[in-house]
């Protein structure tokens, strides 16, 4: 499963379980984020044992994409209860820390991997 | 001169006489998709200058200061485009230092019609804990997926980033039209000067 564009790409390897996000996401509403929010669901009914998001290559995300992320894949990852959660961030983009670390009150389990 | 100003938070106005940076967009002249990637371009030079002439040696809180920048003017510019009414007034994007605080002056006008709503959610959370406000918000978005509004925008600014938010509306009688100026600060730490 891959969405492409000119700014951003999203991606899921089924056999790590692992969603990257890659780029500048900036999109206009959580409207523009559906496809994303979709990828994620799908993601999220395969119950993979560990689900990773890896976005340590995410130089942008606005608060429509946190929103995507929050309610879109971390609260139905909690509400599933079948599979661990792991978000790999990395130091370069100090805003990841900031934004998991405020993703995490809906998930306390979350495991945040800091690079 | 507006017959009516209402202020929420602690609002200050800008000091033309300080250096700071302004950047005037006309809503007139542009769609919505080239508005809001002019406000994206926006938000992305002014971190970048910021990033690059903030004073300090620091590395690490250059990129801080610099994430910080795009992402709290980018959330003000994005909420004055979705917001922004009269395609003739400007929205106005500016940013000066203060103290110890980086200002953000965000100006755009607004619907008659969505004035109220704007108020009662600024009121909303000056009312409640961001905590808590911040995952009812969330919980709320995780069941409403046709919405298109998530009202994470200004919680994150304050949670995630530690700023604060202000707030001047002023009325014009005359023509009916409501100008909104969005206020944040945000608290500057020079390390290693």
Redesign the interface.
């Known amino acids: 499963m891959q969405i492409a564009d000119e700014n951003y790409k999203v991606s899921y390897n089924s056999s790590t379980g692992t969603i990257t996000c890659e780029g500048v996401m900036d999109l206009r509403g959580k409207e523009a984020y559906k496809s994303v929010a979709k990828l994620f669901q799908d993601v999220v009914n395969e119950t993979p044992e560990t689900i990773v998001l890896d976005i340590r290559e995410l130089e942008f995300l606005n608060s429509s994409g946190i929103t995507t992320i929050g309610a879109g894949l971390v609260i139905k990852v909690r509400k599933k209860g079948a599979s661990k959660f792991v978000v790999h961030c990395s130091k370069a983009f100090p805003w990841q820390e900031r934004s998991i670390k405020g993703v995490m009150k809906l998930m306390p389990t979350l495991e945040l991997k800091l690079d | 001169m507006p017959d009516k100003v209402k202020l929420f938070g602690n609002f200050a106005e800008m000091d033309d006489g300080e250096e700071h940076l302004l950047i005037k967009v006309k809503a007139a002249t542009l769609n919505?998709?080239e508005l809001?990637e002019s406000g994206?371009l926006s938000a992305s030079f002014l971190s970048s200058f910021w990033g690059k002439f903030f004073p300090s040696s620091n590395k690490?809180s250059k990129?801080?200061m610099k994430?910080?920048v795009?992402?709290i003017a980018?959330?003000l510019v994005?909420n004055a485009v979705?917001f922004s009414h009269e395609p003739d007034i400007l929205i106005r994007i500016a940013l000066c230092m203060s103290e110890n605080e980086l200002h953000f002056y965000v100006t755009n006008s607004v619907a008659p019609k969505a004035v109220g709503e704007y108020q009662e959610f600024i009121k909303k959370l000056a009312d409640s804990d961001p905590?808590e406000l911040?995952?009812e918000q969330?919980?709320k978005?995780?069941l409403d997926?046709d919405?298109?509004?998530?009202h994470?925008?200004f919680l994150?600014i304050i949670?995630?980033?530690g700023a604060c938010l202000a707030w001047k509306f002023e009325e014009h009688e005359d023509s009916g039209i409501h100008i909104a100026t969005t206020m944040a600060r945000l608290p500057v730490v020079r390390n290693n000067l």
């Open positions: 919505i998709d809001w994206s690490a990129a801080e994430d910080a795009r992402y980018g959330e994005g979705k905590d911040y995952v969330m919980e978005n995780a997926d919405s298109d509004e998530s994470m925008g994150t949670l995630d980033y």
